[in-house]
């Protein structure tokens, strides 16, 4: 999934998207309320973190701008406002979760899994046909065998098994399991859907079909 981080201490910043990077997401970081609600109107997010105190506004104008858009991200506030009436202001603007600096990167993790689960029925565990994948433990299975994926390859084939059976464009998969870094014009994507296509097909079916100028589509294979 593709985060967004808003905040403009450099210090934190390096060391949080360190740690959500070696999760598995893809993350960009805005150090303003200017830069962020600009990469909001290019890019599609699953979730925004956000700090409240930035330096050319307060976050709740970022906030304010993701709820006007339908089917906008998750709202994250990451912010040392640590009183009682910030916290209800914060979910009142529309944050989804509320979490006072300091924190512990093993619970801002924990609250992302769990926003990012609302999207899937409240579970972290995603099953199409004979794949499982479990996203709070970073397991993936095809019918017992245990597959062993990359950040990038888990990213890809979580995008795929949330959307079986749809033609997914590259463009898409770049999209939301890369960051803002990304070059668009290398096979990035198409190496990783192949090594992905590799590990998950074994001695089976390959489930992972590219459809030529069109994209990728998983297979809605019954489990056996």
């Known amino acids: 999934m593709r985060l967004l981080f808003v905040e403009d201490e450099e210090d934190l910043v390096t060391a949080v998207k360190v740690g959500l990077v070696r999760a598995g997401y893809a993350v960009d970081t805005a150090p303003d309320v200017a830069s962020a609600l600009e990469k909001l ?63 512990a ?55 795929l098994m949330t959307r079986p059976g749809r033609v997914v464009p590259t463009e898409e998969l770049l999209e939301h399991v890369w960051d803002e870094h990304a070059d668009p014009f290398t096979n990035t994507v198409r190496v990783t859907v192949g090594s992905l296509r590799r590990k998950i097909t074994g001695d089976g ?12 589509r998983l297979k809605e294979t019954p489990a056996s």
Not at 106 to 127: D, H, N, W, Y
Not at 205 to 215: D, M, N, Q, S, Y
């Open 41 to 103: 109107d290019i890019n599609a997010y699953d979730l925004v973190l956000l700090d409240l105190t930035l330096p050319d506004g307060d976050g709740f104008a970022v906030c304010r701008a993701v709820r006007t858009a339908p089917g906008g991200p998750r709202i994250l506030m990451l912010t040392a406002r640590d009183r009682l009436a910030d916290r209800v202001r914060g979910l009142d603007e529309g944050a989804d979760d509320y979490l006072v600096k300091p924190f």
């Open 105 to 159: 990167l093993p619970e801002l993790l924990a609250r992302i899994r769990a926003l990012l689960r609302r999207e899937e029925g409240g579970t972290s565990v995603v099953e199409v046909g004979e794949l499982r994948l479990d996203t709070a433990r970073f397991e993936a299975f095809r019918g017992q065998r245990p597959l062993q994926l990359t950040p990038k390859e888990f990213g890809v084939l979580h995008y």
């Open 205 to 216: 079916e390959p489930l992972i079909e590219t459809v030529i100028r069109a994209g990728y």
